[in-house]
């Protein structure tokens, strides 16, 4: 990582960030575990500052991935006798979790039909991004 890397405590204007965030101007904050670089156009993960691709395409591209079973993670809270309980159905239902490969920090998680493609749930207009992000440097 780059020496103009600087961890960031606080929260920002929106109050999305605690002890998290890279405090470089040209970082433009979209999660509080991800941002995009405007002159790259690179995905950051904002906790550690590595670069996770490129920002046209999916950030989870550039992730580690476990699925889980929802069992695992929604244990029945009404007793084991019960044969109905509030976990997804795990034949019906996968836990998808993401991770930045250099510092573990789990940046999503996401519910899927077993087989179904990851979710392109953030799609980033980098020129519009660019030039309201850059105006506010100004």
Known sequence: ?????QPR???????IEAD?????????????YLGIDMVEE???????????????????RGLLVNERDPDEVHR???????KYTYAPDSDWCRLIEYY???????????????GH??????QPDID?????HMEDDE
């Open 1 to 5: 990582m780059s020496e103009t890397y």
């Open 9 to 15: 405590s606080g929260v920002d204007d929106e109050g």
């Open 20 to 32: 998290v965030g890279l405090d470089r101007e040209n970082v433009f904050p979209v999660t509080p």
């Open 42 to 60: 690179l995905w950051l993960c904002r906790k550690c500052g590595e670069e996770l691709g490129d920002a046209t395409e999916s950030y989870k």
């Open 76 to 82: 029945p809270l009404i007793g084991e006798e019960y």
């Open 100 to 114: 930045c490969p250099s510092c573990a920090t789990q940046v999503e998680t996401e519910y899927l039909p077993p």
């Open 117 to 122: 493609p990851p979710a392109n749930d953030i």
């Open 128 to 132: 519009w991004l660019r030039e309201h």
